[in-house]
């Protein structure tokens, strides 16, 4: 297989002495709003985060928002409203015992003094603007029902039924789910695939231009492009480049940045989407950043998308419910990052010393953009993906070994690689255990595989030769029959089938099941892979569309 950033003689510098790779500095733009068509004017400043975030209502750099919750949770009332628990009071002693009193005190409903999230005009509307401030943006949402929420939100506010909504097609299952919401039909980019990491990357603006053409072409309305950027192991699309293919002919850009929320914190991070022109971008706060699981934001700059069909649909898809210690997370992670410009110095040190390490193991690669033919801009300097294959070892295997043998606990795993996420909570000594066991990885394997015969294990790249006889939509409602897997070639998929993570569908409902995608499908299911969105999670049997 390719051998991406391996091999080296040098011994690389003790992780004690990590230093900063850079004097950094959060690039702060401030969002000039006009009246006109264009996208608004971002210029560069040097003003301080803590300064950013007291221009708005004249803060200072606090999070009005979790000073709310707390204020309203250290009130001596009497409680006559939801939830159940009454602030804790009937809380389950078991959770309670485990996540202690304080979330239940906390966890509150939608009083007076915490604000509406669906038509906001106190603490809230403060975090938010507080929140686009430092994001970038013009209009920024929180979102509590996780990035998913934010991009179907964002599909349904640019694509009417019938549209087209051009995608790559190693996106998330959150666009094929509003696909089905919104009754727009996808036009799908194959991403570059490496075979050797089964690992797809970007798409580019030649292939989003040759995409908007045959739709025009054809006659079709294009609704949105969508860009998934980065891709859940890091690789950047360029986005300044699809956004100057589209903005011409007024189509909207939506990117799927859900990890790429701390892009705009540091300078030797990549650029984000906002910064390069995109009208939409949903970031997972809760990955890098430090918010809480299913807490998301969405943002959004110039004219091209309608603010306010934004709002309704994602009123319609948010819990009329949400939760104040997920809005709060929000508003605290925001608040950590602004008043910390050099919060990711450390990490960004560490992530690199560990990739250093790593190189120079035997039978051990690290992807990088060389292991892509396409002149992608970046990749995530915080996701390190490694392959065991010239160990002979599998992504799973590999894995298996270092969580039973060393309790190394990944973020990703596949058939061939293996990815590990550094964020702000890792330590010295997590990524000194990591590369401590993949040296033992090493020594346990490099002379005990390397003499047995080389094995075949050709992975077939699942998202080629696709071929859609149904919109998602249609096969969502269409009528469905089950049959064995083995008796599904050239049937038409009736579910959506996506080894998770990362999240990205084989097959989506109203495709043709195809030799390579079943092939693929009968790889990881031998492998014993969890299987998401099929009926039988064992995948002995499939849905499929009867006509």
Request: charged share 20%.
């Amino acid at each position: 297989m390719p051998r991406c950033l391996t091999g080296g003689s040098r011994s690389p510098a003790l992780f004690s002495h990590c230093p900063p790779h850079k004097v950094s500095h959060i690039r702060h733009t401030v969002v000039q709003c006009g009246t006109s068509l264009s996208t608004p004017k971002i210029t560069e400043t040097e003003a301080s985060p803590a300064e950013s975030s007291a221009a708005i209502q004249g803060g200072s750099g606090t999070a009005p928002l979790v000073h709310a919750l707390q204020s309203a949770a250290s009130q001596d009332v009497s409680c006559f409203h939801f939830p159940g628990h009454n602030r804790g009071k009937a809380a389950p002693s078991s959770l309670s015992k485990l996540i202690g009193p304080g979330a239940f005190l906390h966890d509150l409903p939608e009083l007076p003094e915490l604000d509406d999230l669906f038509s906001p005009k106190g603490v809230i509307l403060d975090a938010q603007k507080r929140a686009a401030q430092l994001f970038g943006s013009s209009k920024t949402w929180f979102l509590v029902n996780g990035t998913t929420c934010g991009i179907q939100a964002s599909v349904m506010a640019t694509c009417s039924p019938g549209d087209y909504l051009i995608v790559p097609r190693n996106c998330h299952i959150s666009v094929i789910s509003a696909l089905v919401l919104s009754g727009a039909v996808p036009k799908y980019i194959i991403p570059e695939y490496n075979s050797g990491w089964d690992i797809a990357g970007g798409i580019t603006p030649l292939q989003v231009e040759r995409a908007v053409k045959e739709l025009e072409e054809d006659g079709k309305r294009v609704g949105a492009v969508l860009v998934t950027s980065p891709t859940y192991h890091g690789v950047c699309s360029n986005v300044e480049g699809i956004v100057s293919v589209c903005h011409p002919r007024g189509i909207p850009v939506i990117v799927d940045e859900a990890h790429g929320a701390h892009f705009r914190f540091h300078d030797s991070l990549p650029s984000t989407a906002i910064e390069q022109g995109a009208d939409m971008a949903v970031q997972s706060t809760h990955k890098v950043l430090c918010s809480l699981t299913q807490s998301s934001m969405l943002h959004l700059v110039g004219d091209l998308v309608n603010v306010d069909k934004v709002s309704q649909c994602l009123q319609v898809l948010q819990s009329s419910s949400p939760s104040y210690l997920l809005l709060s997370s929000l508003d605290a992670a925001r608040d950590l990052v602004s008043k910390n410009a050099n919060i990711f110095d450390e990490p960004l040190a560490l992530a690199s010393e560990t990739k250093e390490h790593l190189m120079i193991i035997p039978g051990i690669s690290v992807l990088d953009l060389p292991c892509f033919a396409s002149d992608f801009p970046a990749i995530d300097p915080l996701r390190i993906t490694l392959t065991a294959s010239d160990l002979q070892l599998s992504g799973y295997e590999a894995d298996d070994i270092l969580y039973e043998g060393h309790q190394i606990v990944s973020e990703l795993v596949g058939t061939r690689a293996v990815t590990f996420a550094v964020n702000l909570g890792t330590r010295v000594q997590d990524v000194e255990k990591l590369v401590q066991s993949v040296k033992h990885l090493s020594e346990k394997y490099f002379f005990t595989n390397s003499s047995k015969p080389l094995r075949e294990n050709i992975v077939c790249d699942p998202l080629d030769k696709i071929s859609m006889h149904l919109t998602p939509r249609e096969a969502f409602f269409t009528k469905k029959r089950r049959v064995r897997i083995e008796d599904s070639l050239g049937e038409i998929c009736g579910e959506l089938i996506c080894p998770y993570p990362p999240g990205i569908p084989v097959l989506i409902p109203g495709e043709l099941v195809t030799h390579d995608s079943l092939s693929y499908l009968m790889n990881v299911r031998h492998q014993g892979i969890t299987i998401s969105g099929a009926a039988d999670a064992e995948l002995n049997s499939i849905l499929v569309c009867s006509l």
